[in-house]
């Protein structure tokens, strides 16, 4: 689906589900919309300046990408916040009915493009955006620093670039990629217990992605987001037909999609037709080329 750059309040950065009232949180710039979850997405409540004013203040002045959570029986949505200098990133919380701004916390990191919480594990999840080797760890929702968890392929060091955007489901941190020189952005798998990946998808450069930007993962949807203009995009993938190989640039570690479209929005794994998907994978992101659904 692709939306203008109006409905962001300029470029597009985050996606979330909510499952308590069944929306769509989009996030800008500096604009979070709660929409309905089917397209046209029609709003249900904006703040256009959704930074609080205590950190608008100080210069911050972008939102990243979004994840839902809930907090003693309530929902609650929470996100990073930067400054200029991509180098004091905070962590804030705003109620999941109105948007409003509820409580804070600073992150112990450089550049946070991601917020992702593990209720069962008590972990929020958060990394730097270029060379990522360990995924950075904060007790939820006290915001004390845990120890990082190394990230791993077929038991050695691993490192990706340009995560943008992050999302947990069924014990994995699936982290959304931008490699905009190759015109492409890749999924990641992150097993939250042992740090090892799996590489979840391969957007390739057919599908006119130009910056990868936040994912939101659910059981059966995952939705991804790029930018200019926005679109979001439910995928189907298996991850498990995708095992990471180790010696090989990530985006190039396995093909898991092609640009052949099985129907409007939907992009074919390799040997397997939508029915044989154990999930979707929607994200968010900007994108060139032609509009396509």
């Given at each position: 689906y692709i939306l203008p750059k109006q409905f962001f309040g300029g470029t597009s950065e985050g996606v979330a589900h909510l499952s308590s009232s069944n929306s769509l949180i989009f996030t800008g710039r500096e604009t979070i919309r709660k929409t309905t979850v089917s397209y046209p997405f029609e709003t249900e409540v904006i703040v256009e300046k959704a930074i609080p004013q205590e950190f608008a203040a100080r210069g911050y002045n972008h939102i990243g990408d979004i994840s839902a959570v809930?907090?003693?029986?309530?929902?609650?949505?929470?996100?990073?916040?930067?400054?200029?200098?991509?180098?004091?990133?905070?962590?804030?919380i705003f109620a999941a009915d109105s948007l409003a701004f509820v409580s804070s916390c600073p992150l112990h990191q450089r550049h946070s493009s991601l917020l992702a919480v593990d209720p069962a594990l008590g972990?929020?999840?958060?990394?730097?955006?270029?060379?990522?080797?360990?995924?950075?760890?904060?007790?939820?929702?006290?915001?004390?620093?845990?120890?990082?968890?190394?990230?791993?392929?077929?038991?050695?060091?691993?490192?990706?670039?340009?995560?943008?955007?992050?999302?947990?489901?069924g014990g994995l941190l699936y982290l959304s990629t931008n490699q905009i020189r190759a015109n492409k952005g890749d999924i990641f798998a992150v097993n939250t217990?042992?740090?090892?990946?799996?590489?979840?998808?391969?957007?390739?450069?057919?599908?006119?992605?130009?910056?990868?930007?936040?994912?939101?993962?659910?059981?059966?949807?995952?939705?991804?987001?790029?930018?200019?203009?926005?679109?979001?995009?439910?995928?189907?993938?298996?991850?498990?037909?995708?095992?990471?190989?180790?010696?090989?640039?990530?985006?190039?570690r396995c093909q898991c999609g092609s640009d052949r479209e099985l129907h409007p929005g939907w992009v074919r794994l390799r040997g397997q037709g939508p029915g044989h998907c154990p999930f979707k994978i929607s994200v968010s992101g900007r994108s060139s080329g032609r509009a396509r659904r």
């Open positions: 809930v907090v003693n029986g309530t929902e609650v949505i929470l996100t990073s916040l930067e400054e200029p200098t991509y180098t004091k990133p905070v962590m804030v972990y929020m999840y958060s990394t730097e955006f270029m060379s990522v080797s360990e995924v950075l760890r904060y007790e939820f929702p006290s915001c004390r620093q845990a120890p990082p968890l190394p990230l791993s392929c077929d038991g050695k060091p691993l490192v990706l670039q340009g995560v943008q955007g992050g999302s947990v489901h217990s042992t740090g090892a990946v799996q590489m979840a998808m391969d957007l390739v450069c057919g599908m006119g992605v130009s910056e990868m930007e936040g994912i939101d993962v659910a059981q059966d949807t995952v939705r991804r987001f790029t930018r200019f203009p926005g679109r979001v995009t439910d995928l189907p993938v298996n991850h498990d037909r995708c095992p990471c190989r180790a010696g090989a640039a990530p985006w190039h």
